[in-house]
Every structure is written in C-alpha cells, then in structure tokens.
C-alpha cells in the first residue's frame, strides 16, 4: 500500500534539488543475498552502524532495488578494514518493502525505528535477536501477514502504534523485562485470543490493545505493582485507583472496581451483555464504543459519571439513565443504530426525558445531548447539543419544535437517512456540520425569514439539487450567507408559526361569537412535515368545542386533511395568478375556484399577495390572503342547510403574538347575543316559555326546524300556510333555537323549555 502526502510531493521536490545526496556511509551485500545500506554512528570507539535506507526522501527504495524475500540483518560488517557493529535499524530503512517474507535481526541491534517495517505487508516472520530494547512508532504498522511475536528479553518499551493492524498475529509473547507498551501498540490485532502482562509493566496506555476482537483471556502476572487481573477477571485492572484500563467480551468486572476505564472495552464485537456492579461509579468516554453486539447493559444508582462517546456504536435498544447520574459527556449513545427508548430516572436532578420524548435532556439548560431515531423534541427544547444525534441512522424526519434556537455542531452528521427536515423560524443558529453527510435528503424548509448564522459544512455533502423552501423576500439572506450553500432555493408563502386567527361565528339564533385557530406545532405523516391547528368553536350560552385541523403545504399550495376521505386535499393555490383556478373538494362534493384579480395587502411590516377569488356556489368566493388564509373562513364549507354554526369573516389575525390585523373595533374574543343583535323580523312564538306546546307565526312559512345551540337539528317540519302548533314535548328543559324558512330567507328566534 503506497502512502501519498505532502511528505511525498515534498521528496520529489527535493529530489531534484539533491539528486546526489545520499542517505548512507556505504552498503555491503548480506548473507541472503539482499544489498544493505549503513551508516556509520561512531567510528572512533565502539564502532557502530545502524540499517538505512538508500534513499533519505520518499521512496526510500528504488523501484525493483527493495530487498524481497528471507533477510538476515548481520551482526557486524566491515568497511575500509574496519569492523562495525549493526546496532539499530533506521526510521523507515524496509518502508513499503512488500516482498520481504522474514527478517532476522543482528545479535546486537538495540532499537527499531519508527516506520522501519510499516507496510510490508508478506513479513510473515520476525526473530527480534538477544539485545533489542525499543520498537518505535509504527515500526511493524500494517504487517498484517506477521503470525507472531516472541520479543527478547532486553526489551523495555514498545512505542506507539508499533504493531497497529497486524491482523494475523495469533501470539504474543512478552519479556519479563517489558516496562511500558504505548498508545496503539496493538491495536487492530483482531488474531490473538490471549494476553498476559508480566509484572514488570508499569505503563500500559488504554488505546494499546483497542479493536483486538478475538481476545477472550487477560491475564497480569502476580507480583506487577500496578496492574491486576483479580479474581480472574480477564481484564487489565489498575490497582491503585480500581480501575479497569482494557476488558474483553468475557470479562466479568469484579465488584471492588469503580472505574471502567478510557476505551476499555473499545470494539469489543461478540460482547452481548454486560454486568456492570453497583461498585462502578465512573464509565469514561469511549469505554464500549464500538461494541456493536452489545444489546443490553443496567447502568447501575452508582454510577455518577458516564464520559463522552462511551457507548458510541453499540447494538443497544434502550437505555436507562438513573437518577445518580450528573455528568454525561459528548451524546454517549452516537450511532447506536438500534435504539428506540432513552430514559431517565424522574428523581434524576441534572437530566430528564420529559415527555416521553425519548432523549436525554440537560433540565436547566433544556437542551439535548443524545437523541435516537424514536427521540420527539419536546416544545419546550432550545437547544440540541453537539452531536446529539450523530450518525443516527433509521431516522428519516424529525420536528424541530419552534422554541428551539440553536441546532449545534454535528447534531444531525451523517444522518444518510434523513429525508426532510424542517428548521423553524426560531432557529436563529447552525453550528459546524449540523447536516454534513446528510445525503439522503430530499427537502429542506426554511422558515426563518432571514438565514441563520450558519457554521462552516453546516450542509456539506448535501446533493446541491436538493430543494430549499425559504419565505418569500427571503432569497438574498439565504445566498449571501457563508456556511449556507445550497443553491436551488425556492421562495413561497408559508403558514406563518405562532400564528392566531380568530373568525366571527354565528349560529342559527344570530348569536355571535367567535372561533379561534391556533399552529401549535408540527406532526410527521409518512416522513412529510404536517402542520397541528386547534380550532376551537365557542357557541353563546353552550361549550367550546375543540377539534384539530392538519394542513402540510408544498411548492406555494396548502393542503387540507380529509378524515372522511383519509387523504390530502388541495385548499389555498397561493401560486395561482388572475385568471388561474384549482378545484377543491369537500368529501363528495367539489367546486372550482377562479381567481377574479389580484393585489397587495400590508400586515404589520410584511407584504401579501391577496387574491379575489370566485366560484359558482358562492363558497370561497371573496378574499384570500396568500400565506394567512381566507377572510371569510380559514376553513370554508359547503353549506347544504341553513342549520348549524356558520363562520362570518376574519376578525384578528395574531402572528408571534403582534396583532397585524383586526376588523373594524370588535374584539377579537366578543360574544354578542341575539338579545343585543336587532332582529325585528315579523315573526311570534308563543307561548315562550313553553312546557311542550308552542305556535310559530309568520308570512310565507315553508320550514320550520328546532335546534341545539350546538346546532343538532332536533325537530324538523315542512309547513303550508302563515301559523303551526309544534309538540315539542320530547325535548329536555332548556334553551333551544327555532328557525323558520320563509319566501325572504331564514328567521331565527331563540325558545326556552321548562317542565
């Protein structure tokens, strides 16, 4: 495998410049057969030389001068009459030698240096010789051929990542002599099931044996005064703070430990539970990361710590977090792609997962440190950490409620699964990465009228074509804003957030009062945004009655939920221009709605298009206003009988509560009787209060029909002549509405039962 980088570029650079500088005092052909470079170390007292390469830039070697094959570095060679004694090996002296097969070291050769053997990748054997004391920084890295280790005696130090991906190791042997084994040293060794540390170790670094994923037995030799493996344990501990600095998937933590260490149990594939004692109070960050198999763990009232990434990766599907718990570091559960339930105990006085919301929240701050794919944002969230949904793969959409601020660094990264989002207007900023790698996108809105503050990547990797939904007036923001890249912006209207209307209703008595819609929040349909409106409908003298409405708008259109169809239905065209028109539909029944001309319209300091529309039935007929809805009724309806409560006109119109519009001096909330409504209408109904009994006159009486103040029809008659005696005695006391249809219309008179 050859390495380029800015090292290699640099060489050829050099190259040039000192095509005649050489790396090496002189070379001699070896007993196999290999020509070697030395050069010399001291040519006055002892003698020495250490193995280089011939070259002193990238490559080392030139092409088809590599030594290949069984190598046999000599104990001493002579030069100009002189003996010297081979004591080292070079930083990158057999770098990328690929054919190498073994090597056999000098009898007195005392270090390795750093890249010496890195990348020969068919090394199968190495004997290290008698007098080797260090092994240096990737010496052995990605000899993955290498069957096993059997280090000399004289050994003291391996260094960093000296042995990192040599997959084929089945062995390892340690010196009794062995002090320190540094970061990496053995990581990625996935052969070797067994591991014994001798008691001369005082030094293991706790990233030394990481991804080694056939390991089933640890032992540390008695006598070592830093480290143990008590009670058979097969883990690393460290004594003095009982710690567990390295475990493998068959270890039982024993019950005086208190600490599971810095990547302790990092890859450990195979492990599918773990027992962690109510002795642990610490879990350090990455301690399982990478576990994929691990698919159940108690977190016991112990603990009080859990450390960033420490469960990164793992196969878990629900977790606990108890109420000991007040530290948690960076999102712990990232990319674990099965899980569906994240609690938290309800006496925990730091975290919280309100709401059943599936995510762990930090309660003073309201903010999310770690979510999964099932995690529902609560309202009152403002904030999502950084990373706190890193790599969740499987979660297609969320909402984002309106009360959250600031989406951090990395919160949604490599969520490739993601299919829409949309970022609320309250979102004010995007940290670094939010949506880096999110190439499963299809849809973006924006509702903010002006861009976020966006950090660098915040849409890295996003296929540039994707759509990007953004307020109308909106475009420059958007495309000068430096983070935000995405080009295919579209501007349309959008159902303002925190937006109020409130309508004039009437019923059939010619009461007057009012209904309320509210957009309270989004929901998610089939992976699509849908938007949450109450509407509460306040009849005089009777209760609200509440219900829910759900609207999802897409290019300019508003669509309408259809119970009774279990469908979308197109309401508002807001794209419509004059002469345009769009057909909606009311369960069986259908209009065509023609736009007639068009205008402008201020509300607060924002402009509306507004469009007079018509239709031959007389139902939408009036004004819309694109982005806020009708005038006469957000809502409008068919109307088969002159029976029922009828909404008459928008009175206010609250967006983010500022009041941008209100008709005429009628308060948004009044309630108006038909005692303080003039109906002088020719009509008599006596005798009122009536026990059952009651005469109904008027001119030109076709219909006559009696009512809830609900607006149930509970009495209905067709009638030929000016007067009829009614039996109403089947009804409940009470108050009720008689409504008469004549020549002239519809004539409303309220009627009190009594027993």
Known sequence: MKRFSLTLLLSVVLAVGYAQTQNYSFSEVCETGQTLYYQILDNSVTHTVKVVAPNPYLPYWDEGAEPTGDLRIPDVVSYEGIEYTVTAIDDDAFDECDQLSSVVLGAFVESIGQHAFIYCTSLTTVDFGSSLVGVGFSAFYGCTSLESLMLPEPLRWIGEAAFYNCSGIASISFPSTLDSIAFNAFADCSGFTSLVIPESVSYIDYWAFHGNTSLISMVVEEGNSVYDSRNGCNAIVETASNKIIRGCKTTVIPNDVVTIGRAAFFGCVGMTEMVVPNSIEVIEENAFSGCTDLVSIHIPNSVTTIGGRAFTGCGLV??????????????????????????VDPANPVYDSRDHCNAIIRTSQNSIISGCKATIVPGSVVRLNEGSFYNCRGLTSIIIPKSVRVIGKEVFYHCSD?????????????????????????????????????????????????????????????????GFHLPNLIEEYMLPEGAEWWYEMRDVAGNRSYQRLEYINDTLMDNVSIKVLIKESLPVGGQPIVSREYVYEDSCRL??????????????DYSAQQGDEWQVSFGDDEIMVHVDTMMVMSLGDSYYDVMWVHDDRNIMSGEIICGVGHRKSFFPEFVSSPFGLITDGMRCFWKDENLLFQFGDVDCDAILSVDEIDNQDGITLYPNPTNGAVTVAIEGMSQVAVISLLGQVLYETKVQGDEVLLDLSQLEVGIYVVCVITENGAVYRQLCVQK
């Open 559 to 572: 669509y309408r939920w259809s119970g009774e169809e279990e469908s979308f239905g197109l309401l508002y």
């Open 318 to 343: 629900s977790v606990n977090i108890p109420c000991t718990v007040t530290s948690i570091g960076w999102n712990p559960f990232a990319s674990c792609q099965n899980l569906v339930e994240m609690t």
């Open 418 to 482: 993601l299919v829409s989002i949309t970022l609320p207007s309250s979102v004010a900023t995007l940290g670094e990465y939010a949506f880096a790698y999110c190439e499963g996108l299809r849809s973006i809105y924006a509702r903010r009228s002006s861009c976020p503050t966006t950090g660098f990547g915040a849409m890295f990797a996003i296929d540039r074509d994707v759509p990007v939904h953004i307020p109308m007036g909106s475009r420059h923001s958007y495309e000068n804003t430096w």
